[in-house]
């Protein structure tokens, strides 16, 4: 199993880890706003099909490293807020949301004491959201990875930025 995500169609981005369990841990991580917050976004969530998700973007807080955002991503040096609206909600499994104009999709499986967390991100508009998006979650779910191994995350903007490249040449047309 490769770390990259994939391009199974245009506008769709698939990412498969296995992580630490139990499958409970890991689904906190989705829901629970403090500990999304550690690699991902905090913010509030409705538990159910329809609820609100607020997510707030703060790059700077998921590591110990202190950096400056890429020029490219400076606007959001002080934080980020995007609101999005909960599609499945079935704990401890799925769970999905709108996000701009795609939906996300978090499925997790139980392997003994690992679990199987499959993201899939759909109806991306273009190439370069596909490209940019998945150059952020292959980021952002290695922050995860560190945080459930108990590692202290490396620094979050160098890996964005390589990502970034290297989803360029692997989702080439």
Known sequence: MSEYGERPEHGCVRFVRVLPGPIERVWSYLVDSKLRGTWFA??????RVGGKLTLFFHHQELTNHRETPPERWKEMEHG?????TVLRFEPPHVLAWTFGGSEVTFELEPLGSEVRLTLTERKLATRANEVGNAAGWHSHLGVLEERL??????PFWPRVLRYNREYEERFRD
């Not at 905090?42 to 538990?47: A, D, V």
């Not at 980020?80 to 999005?84: E, L, M």
């Not at 191994?149 to 490396?154: D, I, L, N, T």
């Open 149 to 154: 191994q108990g590692k202290e995350p490396a």
């Open 80 to 84: 980020h807020t995007a609101h999005s």
């Open 42 to 47: 905090s913010g509030e969530l409705e538990p």
